[in-house]
Nanobody, 123 residues
Framework: QVQLVESGGGLVQAGGSLRLSCAAS????????MGWFRQAPGKEREFVAA????????YYADSVKGRFTISRDNTKNTVYLQMNSLKPEDTAVYYC????????????????WGQGTQVTVSS
């Protein structure tokens, strides 16, 4: 069973930056698209960004396009999310997961969710 460990969250002022990391155990990491998701209090988990298995294709939610950048290092079984120009509405617990493709991952995820990492953006 693959385990996902997210890290890098914290408290930041609006306009600031954070870089999240998600490390996956197991040898199947490079076979899948990877994505970031977030869940704010009282809301459903939502898609944020995805990257293809090779890293050549990326896909973003409109709310983060131009501010967030997803990347991956298959040698380290790790996916990253660089978040710039953060806004209070980005406050949420951020999670990662794998999926069949950068589009399909919005509705189909493969592994058990990790604990996530809290991002809090103050105004």
């Amino acid at each position: 069973q693959v385990q996902l460990v997210e890290s890098g969250g914290g408290l930041v002022q609006a306009g600031g930056s954070l870089r999240l990391s998600c490390a996956a155990s197991g040898r199947t990491f490079s076979s899948y698209a990877m994505g970031w998701f977030r869940q704010a209090p009282g809301k459903e988990r939502e898609f944020v960004a995805a990257i293809s298995w090779s890293g050549g294709i990326t896909y973003y939610a409109d709310s983060v396009k131009g501010r967030f950048t997803i990347s991956r290092d298959n040698t380290k079984n790790t996916v990253y999310l660089q978040m710039n120009s953060l806004k209070p509405e980005d406050t949420a617990v951020y999670y990662c997961n794998a999926g069949p493709s950068v589009k399909a991952i919005k509705v189909v995820t493969i592994w058990v969710w990790g604990q996530g990492t809290q991002v809090t953006v103050s105004s």
